[in-house]
């Protein structure tokens, strides 16, 4: 078995194509099979090699790796359509020279025109076939005194096309609705329903799973591989995958690519297994799953052809179980950009070890709390930076905030840096000393230490902030906070 995914670089990845590149991927991977990627960068205009890279990447941190590419190699290539043009050439010849294809000189006036006449006419926006019948002598003399042509595909009269779809079951097409598709543009160019043909045919591809807005394409290919003596693969076309409005998924909707939920913060194998749920079901329920399991019971049988709703909530809540299952170790490594980029006093955030440490200290108060990795630099931005005019007009507000202050203050005196042990036992002794108990005595604690009303539980948050103070130079520790306001 043998699949395919084969973007075009003319942008970010779409977490659509996403979801089209993990099922091929688990299709190939669950049967033993090749994964290929093959890059269709005929689009000159809008084709660019940092869009290709960036695919890739997107693609490596998915954890889609490939078998066959246009940087690994492998038995067919090249990988990279722009480097295939010789190959096009050779079997538009073939089909021109077996009367499969003919010139067409008509102008993009002439085209559009036709188009709008049939619009009006409540007809099928088609090809009229003007140039079907110029004698070939004639076409290749009109070429050779420099007239610009498009080579087209005879689309036989009046029979039908079918095919089997591996979602959606025998899907039947008259070629009275269907026009004769150019191949080849004026410039030289293959077009998509010829160059795929040739490249699927060639590169020895079984199955093609891809999205339902290529079902009109495919009766067209299957005449090119019928024309061609080709046999064509399975095909699985997906639903496409909506927004909330039952829209298809796009901007307006928030983030659509896999680069941008990358940058808010999601863990790549959240992401996969939400995508992988998207038009498909394991059968029995489980939504968390690693992506060896879904590639061992993936199957095409249990793909839908009902539309996708892309959920962002959903999404966020599996991110979450995904972040807390997470090893912290890696979780620091995914989490040190955010703070970086957060810009969080004491900056620069780096990979020293100091840093490290101070991340892997306040990873606790914010993982099971946010959803995005995004989300935790201001999470625990209370541990970092502490504004002693707002902790003061905080404590000053509380009914016995200066004396629990005091009390508490006189406690921790005695202890080091503060555990949750010793932050307990300090409590105990404010408690003793003041006769004030529950929200009376932890409220203006957590207000004196955090600036902040709520927050993490204090059991938790105070022995960080004791143990970053003593990783990172500027980040006052909970003594120094409380002399700060006694002062």
């Given at each position: 078995?043998?699949?395919?995914?084969?973007p075009?670089?003319?942008g970010l990845?779409h977490?659509?194509?996403?979801?089209?590149?993990?099922?091929n991927?688990?299709?190939?991977?669950?049967?033993q099979?090749?994964?290929v990627?093959r890059?269709?960068?005929?689009?000159?205009?809008?084709?660019t090699?940092a869009?290709?890279d960036?695919i890739?990447?997107d693609?490596?941190?998915l954890?889609l790796?490939?078998?066959?590419?246009?940087?690994?190699?492998?038995?067919?290539?090249?990988?990279r359509?722009?480097?295939?043009?010789?190959?096009?050439?050779?079997?538009?010849?073939?089909?021109?020279?077996?009367?499969?294809?003919?010139w067409?000189?008509?102008?993009?006036?002439q085209?559009?025109q036709e188009?709008?006449?049939?619009?009006?006419?409540?007809?099928?926006?088609?090809?009229s076939?003007?140039?079907?019948d110029?004698?070939?002598?004639?076409?290749?003399?009109?070429?050779n005194?420099?007239?610009?042509a498009?080579?087209r595909?005879?689309?036989?009269?009046?029979?039908?096309v079918?095919?089997?779809?591996?979602?959606?079951g025998?899907?039947?097409?008259h070629?009275?609705v269907?026009?004769?598709?150019?191949?080849?543009r004026?410039?030289?160019?293959p077009?998509?329903?010829?160059?795929?043909?040739?490249?699927?045919a060639?590169m020895a591809?079984?199955?093609?799973?891809?999205?339902?807005?290529h079902i009109?394409?495919?009766?067209?290919?299957?005449?090119?591989?019928e024309?061609l003596?080709?046999?064509?693969p399975a095909?699985a076309h997906l639903?496409?995958?909506?927004g909330p409005?039952?829209?298809?998924?796009?901007?307006?909707h928030?983030?659509?690519?896999v680069?941008e939920f990358?940058?808010?913060?999601?863990?790549?194998e959240?992401l996969v297994?939400y995508?992988?749920?998207?038009g498909?079901?394991p059968g029995?329920?489980?939504?968390l799953?690693a992506?060896?399991?879904?590639?061992r019971?993936?199957g095409?049988?249990?793909?839908?052809?009902?539309s996708a709703?892309f959920?962002?909530?959903?999404?966020?809540?599996?991110n979450?179980?995904?972040?807390?299952?997470?090893?912290?170790?890696?979780?620091?490594?995914?989490a040190?950009?955010?703070?970086?980029?957060?810009?969080?006093?004491?900056?620069?955030?780096?990979?020293?070890?100091?840093?490290?440490?101070?991340?892997?200290?306040v990873?606790?108060l914010?993982?099971?709390?946010?959803?995005?990795?995004?989300e935790?630099?201001?999470?625990?931005?209370?541990?970092?930076?502490?504004n002693?005019?707002?902790?003061?007009r905080l404590v000053?507000?509380?009914?016995d905030?200066?004396?629990?202050?005091a009390a508490?203050?006189?406690?921790?005196?005695?202890?080091?840096?503060?555990t949750?042990?010793?932050f307990?036992?300090?409590?105990?002794?404010?408690?003793?000393a003041?006769?004030i108990?529950g929200k009376?005595?932890?409220?203006?604690?957590?207000?004196?230490?955090?600036?902040?009303?709520?927050?993490?539980?204090?059991?938790?948050?105070?022995?960080?902030?004791?143990?970053?103070?003593g990783?990172l130079?500027?980040?006052?520790s909970?003594?120094?906070?409380i002399q700060n306001?006694?002062?």
């Open positions: 078995m043998r699949l395919r995914f084969a075009s670089p003319t990845l977490v659509g194509n996403a979801r089209t590149a993990l099922f991927w688990l299709l190939a991977r669950g049967q099979g090749a994964f990627l890059i269709e960068d005929t689009d000159t205009e809008r084709s090699r869009s290709e960036g890739r990447a693609l490596q941190w954890g790796n490939w078998d066959e590419g246009p940087d690994v190699g492998g038995p067919y290539p090249p990988y359509q722009s480097e295939r043009l010789d190959v096009y050439a050779r079997y538009a010849q073939t089909l021109l020279d077996t009367g499969h294809a003919y067409c000189f008509c102008s993009a006036e085209l559009e188009r709008a006449s049939a619009l009006a006419a409540a007809a099928p926006p088609k090809y076939g003007r140039c079907r110029l004698a070939r002598a004639e076409a290749e003399a009109r070429r005194a420099g007239e610009a498009a080579l595909f005879v689309i036989p009269a009046d029979r039908d079918t095919f089997t779809d591996l979602v959606r025998p899907v039947t097409f070629t009275s269907i026009g004769d598709p150019v191949i080849v004026s410039d030289g160019g077009a998509y329903n010829f160059a795929v043909v040739v490249d699927d060639l591809i079984t199955h093609v799973i891809r999205g339902e807005d009109s394409n495919t009766p067209r290919q299957v005449l090119i591989y024309a003596g080709l046999t064509p095909f639903s496409l995958v909506m409005d039952h829209a298809p998924l796009s901007k307006r928030g983030a659509t690519s680069s990358r940058a808010r913060g999601y863990l790549p959240a297994n995508l992988a749920l998207l498909w079901s029995d329920g489980e939504e799953m992506i060896g399991e879904m590639a019971r993936f095409v049988a249990r793909v839908s052809h009902s709703v959920d962002v909530d959903k999404l966020a809540w599996m979450r179980q995904y972040m807390k299952a997470c090893d912290p170790e890696r979780l620091v490594e995914m040190m950009p955010f703070f970086q980029r957060a810009g969080s006093n004491p900056g620069p955030w780096t990979l020293d070890p100091g840093p490290r440490a101070a991340v892997s200290a990873l606790p914010a993982v099971g709390a946010v959803d995005r990795l995004e935790i630099p201001e999470r625990v931005k209370f541990v970092l930076e502490w002693r005019d707002e902790a003061a000053a507000a509380e009914a905030g200066q004396k629990v202050i508490f203050g006189d406690a921790i005196a005695e202890f080091g840096p503060l949750k042990e010793s307990r036992a300090a409590a105990t002794r404010a408690r003793e003041t006769g108990k009376a005595l932890f409220h203006p604690i957590r207000v004196a230490l955090t600036g902040m009303e709520s927050g993490p539980e204090l059991d938790l948050a105070i022995p960080a902030i004791d143990q970053v103070a990783l130079g500027g980040v006052p909970c003594a120094v906070r306001l006694r002062a």
